[in-house]
């Protein structure tokens, strides 16, 4: 009997140590992503109202829904998109924080300006999904009438031009508009898009450079004009543009560098609105993200409500092939640091 019962406690034991091992040496699940109890945060780090914002809120419930996860958005300006912006690059790297990209804040990059202390192409780059061509915006009864009166006021020194801008990208135009055309203005900062083109219709600024849709919100009410495109082909090329040129025919008529005997900027900035996270997302999760964001960029709904809200969605461009491009565009910044100074 003693002997049955010193063979049963080894054996319990010995069961109860194979247990203790198991737990200690099984690794554990993660939780599947996204986890349904958390939320993520989707930080635009604009005002509300301009043309990034309402990309995001457009998009944002199409996203939720193909995640199955709440979104907020989130917006966090100043500092001309830099607080945000770095509120997205120390966020943890586990996909419950996300924003929206303004390609020209690669100007502030460490290696150009220095305005940020991080290199911007290590941000996780998700998806691109805009790449609208810019346009030059004036009042439409204001003082300049076309680009080449804006270019003769901004060499003149007989005439205070000003110019207002929200980010990154309407800075850098206006300065290598100063610096490679010789047009001077002073330059105004303001807290989002709607707000310079307010500027402008007020008189308070003279011009601003503005996205071609976010520019077309302020079209119809008659109190601006657009005096010139910044790309390498008319208004009736560009794809974007084809459901405006339709509604305003005078469209076709505004010129690019080229009509003007002008050379192109060294570097030509569009709104390529992309969707991002902070660096050293996993690529598990990264993945997740990446396929949901194809998947609602061609969504026919949004791509309606896009059309029909003047927020036309593009073909979009992959995570990594615009990481790419952004590496290219930091090295072409790098090299034209000297004018941007």
């Known amino acids: 009997m003693k002997t049955e019962l010193s063979i049963f406690k080894v054996v319990l034991f010995v069961c109860v140590l194979s247990l203790l091992f198991t737990a200690l040496f099984v690794p554990v699940t993660e939780a599947k992503y996204p986890d349904p109890s958390k939320t993520i945060t989707f930080i635009v780090p604009v005002n509300v109202g301009g043309g990034y914002d309402l990309y ?5 419930p199409f996203l939720s829904k193909e995640l199955n996860a709440r979104i907020v958005v989130r917006n966090i300006p100043g500092g001309a998109w830099m607080i945000g912006l770095t509120k997205i690059y120390k966020a943890k790297p586990d996909g419950y924080t ?3 990209w ?4 690669m100007a502030q990059d460490r290696d150009v300006l220095g305005k940020v202390d991080y290199d911007m192409t290590t941000f996780t780059y998700l998806h691109r999904i805009t790449n609208e061509p810019r346009v030059v915006i004036v009042k439409a009864k204001g003082p300049i009438k076309d680009f080449k009166d804006l270019l003769e006021k901004g060499r003149s020194p007989d005439f205070k031009l000003r110019s207002s801008y929200a980010g990154g990208t309407a800075l850098l135009d206006a300065k290598l508009m100063e610096t490679e055309w010789g047009i001077k203005s002073e330059k105004i900062p303001y807290s989002g898009g709607s707000q ?9 600024t003279h011009f601003c450079v503005s ?4 520019g077309m919100d302020a079209l119809p009410t008659g109190q601006v004009k657009f005096v010139l495109l910044l790309h390498d082909k008319p208004m009736k090329q560009v794809p974007e543009a084809s459901k405006w040129i339709t509604e305003f025919p005078e469209l076709k008529d505004v010129p690019i560098p080229a009509d003007l005997g002008l050379k192109e900027l060294s570097y030509v ?3 390529a609105r992309a969707i991002i996270a902070p660096p050293s997302l996993p690529k598990d999760i990264k993945e997740i993200l990446e396929n949901a964001i194809e998947k609602v960029l061609h969504n026919e709904d949004l791509r309606k409500l896009g059309v029909k809200g003047d927020r036309p969605l593009g073909e979009g461009q992959s995570g990594d092939a615009y990481a790419e491009q952004m590496r290219k565009d930091k090295m072409t910044l790098i090299k034209i640091k000297h004018l941007l100074e």
């Open 56 to 60: 995001t809120r457009m998009m944002v």
């Open 98 to 100: 996300i924003g929206i």
């Open 102 to 105: 303004n390609p020209g804040l």
């Open 196 to 204: 310079t083109r307010l500027a402008v219709m007020r008189g308070d």
């Open 211 to 214: 996205g071609l849709g976010s």
């Open 269 to 271: 900035s569009k709104s």
